[in-house]
């Protein structure tokens, strides 16, 4: 499942959510992996005091979509889910959620790693920090 969103969120409450409400998950996975990206209070020496994640809906989700079901045909995994926010962010505001369930745990950080890695490098979403020394784009690294 793919969520991208402005409304704040608690990663550790959509996983458990998640696995309540998906009935095909029940017993079947014996590794859940976890990844959580969340605001640095600093970036480039800087400080940030907030951050702007715009994004171009439709082709966000399209994109998101596209890696999981990649993931999903690479790894032999039970189900993803990727939350993203957008919107304006403070230090410590959780970013990103990442979270792949597989029968083994190999599979499971192989595909979460995938999943989060494409998402910072391709997913077309733009950044703007602003710092004690004004306002930045950030540039993917």
């Given at each position: 499942?793919?969520?991208?969103?402005?409304?704040?969120?608690?990663?550790?409450?959509?996983?458990?959510?998640?696995?309540?409400?998906?009935g095909?998950?029940?017993?079947?996975?014996?590794?859940?992996?976890?990844?959580?990206?969340?605001?640095?209070?600093?970036?480039?020496?800087?400080?940030?005091?907030?951050?702007?994640?715009?994004?171009?809906?439709?082709?966000?989700?399209?994109?998101?979509?596209?890696?999981?079901?990649?993931?999903?045909?690479?790894?032999?995994?039970?189900?993803?889910?990727?939350?993203?926010?957008?919107?304006?962010?403070?230090?410590?505001?959780?970013?990103v959620?990442?979270?792949?369930?597989?029968?083994?745990?190999?599979?499971?950080?192989?595909?979460?790693?995938?999943?989060?890695?494409?998402?910072?490098?391709?997913a077309?979403?733009?950044?703007?920090?602003?710092?004690?020394?004004?306002?930045?784009?950030?540039?993917?690294?």
């Amino acid at each position: 499942m793919i969520r991208v969103q402005s409304d704040p969120f608690d990663p550790w409450q959509e996983v458990a959510a998640y696995q309540q409400q998906s009935g095909s998950l029940a017993g079947r996975f014996g590794a859940t992996t976890v990844f959580v990206g969340s605001l640095r209070d600093f970036s480039q020496g800087r400080q940030i005091r907030e951050m702007t994640l715009e994004h171009y809906a439709g082709m966000t989700e399209k994109h998101l979509e596209k890696v999981s079901r990649e993931a999903m045909t690479r790894w032999d995994i039970l189900d993803a889910l990727v939350i993203h926010r957008y919107g304006r962010l403070k230090p410590a505001d959780p970013i990103v959620l990442v979270a792949v369930w597989s029968a083994h745990r190999d599979e499971a950080f192989q595909a979460c790693r995938y999943l989060i890695d494409e998402l910072k490098t391709r997913a077309p979403f733009w950044k703007n920090e602003a710092t004690d020394a004004g306002q930045r784009w950030v540039v993917p690294d």
